[in-house]
């Protein structure tokens, strides 16, 4: 299957900094890619849909002035988490669709920890 | 909105037992994904059913997908402490979005 690499495993961070989070597929390229959000115990919350070369759609609920994504390239897409708070503590996924959306891609994952 | 209902939520059985797991909608789907889930971890596919009626089988794990293509089951026979996991089912709907189950932590005791 396809590799997706996302960096970093895992921050701290303090309350009110900002975090960026990547995620990159080491070898296919997709226009579209998903990020997700999971809290402890619980099942993989779609955030927003990013988009190369323009803007990313967003999940009802999901500030997008909060969580800033950036598609940059056909391999590189990254979440910006301003300001961040202590509920904003989670686990982030990112995802490639495979070919004929018969498959996602899931990266690592990135464990936040807001204090 | 397409909703997938996956059940049980949490099981925990003894080694060599087995069980299954459901995942069910009122919606149909293109396809239909299994996922598992290590902690700390992104989901890994285990494998995607297309057509109705689809059975799909992986080692003791044994896929099927509803003629209707709205529901899914996941049987596993004679469950090893390995198999222990989140295990996450997901439909794909439009925009190619996954709609993922809440997934079912499964623990198996040796």
């Known amino acids: 299957g396809a590799v997706v690499s996302q960096h970093p495993s895992w921050v701290i961070c303090k309350s009110g900094t900002s975090v960026k989070i990547e995620c990159r597929s080491l070898?296919?390229?997709?226009?579209?890619m998903f990020w997700y959000r999971q809290f402890p115990k619980q099942s993989l919350m779609l955030m927003a849909t990013?988009?190369?070369?323009?803007?990313?759609?967003?999940e009802q609920g999901v500030e997008k002035d909060k969580f800033l994504i950036n598609h940059a390239s056909l391999t590189l897409s990254t979440l910006t988490v301003t300001s961040a708070h202590p509920e904003d503590s989670s686990f982030y996924i990112c995802?490639?669709?495979?070919?004929?959306?018969?498959?996602?891609?899931f990266g690592q994952g990135t464990r936040l920890t807001v204090v | 909105t397409q909703l997938l209902e996956q059940s049980p939520q949490f099981l925990s059985i003894q080694e060599g037992e087995n069980l299954t797991v459901y995942c069910n909608s009122s919606?149909?789907?293109?396809?239909l994904q299994w996922y598992r889930q290590e902690p700390g971890e992104g989901p890994v596919l285990l494998v995607t059913?297309?057509?109705?009626?689809e059975v799909k089988k992986l080692k003791r794990l044994t896929f099927q997908f509803g003629d209707a293509r709205k529901d899914s089951s996941l049987h596993i026979t004679a469950a090893q402490p390995g198999d222990t996991g989140l295990y996450l089912c997901?439909?794909?709907?439009?925009?190619?979005?996954?709609?993922f189950g809440k997934g079912t932590k499964l623990t198996v005791n040796p």
């Open positions: 995802s490639f669709p495979g070919t004929g959306a018969t498959e996602a891609f």
């Open positions: 919606s149909v789907f293109s396809s």
């Open positions: 059913v297309v057509t109705g009626g």
């Open positions: 990013s988009n190369e070369g323009s803007k990313a759609t967003y």
């Open positions: 070898d296919f390229q997709a226009t579209t």
């Open positions: 997901a439909g794909v709907g439009g925009s190619e979005k996954l709609v």
